[in-house]
């Protein structure tokens, strides 16, 4: 197959191109190139899809399959008004975030979306869940049947830069003190590895597969995924009465000052109320059109080894500064005097 990846430099994009040339496909990239270049084996064009239809000049034509990875609804328009029409399939990467309601676990791909955002408007970082929605609208309406559209949830595995995923396996493996938890132990998490949903697009798109689905791991919950990170870190296993295990109640910790998810000073994968159903989707139509899972175990185990390799002091995207950590221990130990 001619496979053009638009993008191809970063995380999912980068391990599409790499499993489409072992695969022995001919592969295009075409990717500014700022931070990274794209893997070896692939041609690369170096284009910034800011400057429009120009940026597309050098990859106009036919292409068996372009997989287009784009948040902005402004690039995804140009795009696919410059390739819709040749290109035979068309791989969409959207996100659960266009579901309009997280609360429900076990939703499918038929629950309500995002108003999508309005035409010719940009995408932000506050309208992602928007900015993927109008994306999802506008390749149906331009390639219809060729579409695939995969709602991605937490991706997670080697080189994951947002730091989510691998924030419990690297501070167990720190062993820097005792460790700050949110008391949630029932909550769900649910992460597909990256080279899982690598494969599966290209798989689909070797099969033609059309259609919108759930592109997710399975549920597993938040106290199997804290004891297992201890566990690959050689650290013993937690409980209530561990003093490296500091279990912190919820509303204790908005007060003072966490943030759910992601960002500076976060707990990963802690979300608010009212998102029972964010990490909980079902991801049975995927599965059985396919799409292979790895034990979540292995993941865990290589997202240790990437952070082990990347440094388990550095400077963080997600999670708690040690500072941080530390003081709040001290207050809540303090306060249950």
Not at 51 to 56: D, I, N, S
Not at 178 to 191: E, F, N, R, S
Not at 289 to 317: F, H, V, Y
């Amino acid at each position: 197959m001619r496979i053009l990846v638009l993008g191809g430099t970063a995380f999912l994009s980068a391990e599409i191109a790499r499993q489409a040339v072992a695969a022995g496909h001919d592969v295009t990239c075409l990717a500014r190139g700022t931070s990274a270049g794209p893997p070896d084996g692939v041609t690369w064009v170096r284009g910034d899809r800011a400057l429009g239809a120009a940026a597309f000049t050098d990859v106009a034509g036919g292409w068996d399959e372009v997989v287009d990875v784009s948040r902005d609804p402004v690039q995804a328009r140009v795009a696919l008004d410059v390739l819709g029409p040749a290109a035979a399939h068309w791989t969409f990467v959207s996100s659960c975030s266009v579901y309009a309601d997280h609360s429900v676990p076990g939703a499918d791909e038929s629950a309500a979306l995002l108003e999508p955002l309005p035409v010719g408007q940009a995408g932000t970082p506050a309208t992602y869940g928007e900015s993927k929605s109008a994306i999802e609208h506008m390749t149906l309406t331009t390639v219809g049947n060729k579409a695939h559209i995969v709602r991605a949830g937490l991706i997670g595995g080697p080189g994951d830069g947002t730091d989510r995923y691998g924030y419990w396996p690297a501070r167990f493996a720190a062993n820097a003190g005792p460790v700050l938890v949110p008391d949630i132990p029932d909550d769900a998490t649910q992460i597909i590895d990256v080279r899982d949903l690598a494969a599966w697009i290209l798989q689909s798109a070797e099969k033609g597969l059309s259609g919108t689905f759930n592109a997710l791991g399975d549920v597993v919950r938040f106290e199997d995924y804290l004891a297992e990170s201890q566990r690959a870190a050689g650290t013993p296993k937690g409980n209530t009465d561990a003093e490296d295990l500091v279990r912190v109640d919820e509303d204790w910790l908005v007060g003072h000052g966490i943030e759910y998810w992601s960002g500076p000073d976060s707990l990963p994968l802690w979300l608010p109320e009212g998102h029972d159903g964010f990490q909980a989707r079902t991801n049975r139509a995927a599965r059985e059109r396919g799409m292979a899972l790895r034990p979540w175990q292995e993941t865990l185990a290589a997202t240790l080894e990437d952070e082990r390799q990347r440094g388990l002091d550095r400077d963080r995207k997600a999670g708690l500064r040690r500072e941080t950590e530390q003081r709040l221990v001290a207050l809540w130990r303090l306060e249950q005097r």
